[in-house]
């Protein structure tokens, strides 16, 4: 099993910055057969859809709806993906999730984020 926690989320005004942690935790097997990280949102009555990716080689990918706004980023030692938002926009809003995959695939509980006009 590999438990993930989130952190980070809040209320920020449009234009603003939050930093989201993501702390792995629970198999050593698991943990070193990871493929990628990635960080996920779903807004009101919207499906989820991936924002962020770190594969295990240390490459990112966005999508354009969040490219160069959004930054992701690892921490190995503490098993810790981070996503660092700026200027974000109404639309952002919504409960953001970090997904491990690798030998299976394992979610977080979500951490709101709110980004009023």
């Known amino acids: 099993q590999v438990q993930l926690v989130e952190s980070g989320g809040g209320l920020v005004q449009a234009g603003g910055s939050l930093r989201l942690s993501c702390a792995a935790s629970?198999?050593?097997?698991?943990?070193?057969?990871?493929?990628?990280m990635g960080w996920h949102r779903q807004g009101p009555g919207k499906q989820r859809e991936l924002v962020a990716v770190?594969?295990?080689?240390?490459?990112?990918n966005y999508p354009d709806s969040v490219k160069g706004r959004f930054t992701i980023s690892r921490d190995n030692a503490k098993n810790t993906v981070y996503l660092q938002m700026n200027s974000l926009k109404p639309e952002d809003t919504g409960v953001y999730y970090c997904?491990?995959?690798?030998?299976?695939?394992?979610w977080g509980q979500g951490t709101q984020v709110t980004v009023s006009s």
């Open positions: 770190i594969t295990s080689d240390g490459s990112t």
């Open positions: 997904r491990y995959s690798g030998y299976g695939t394992y």
């Open positions: 629970g198999s050593a097997f698991l943990l070193m057969r990871l493929n990628s």
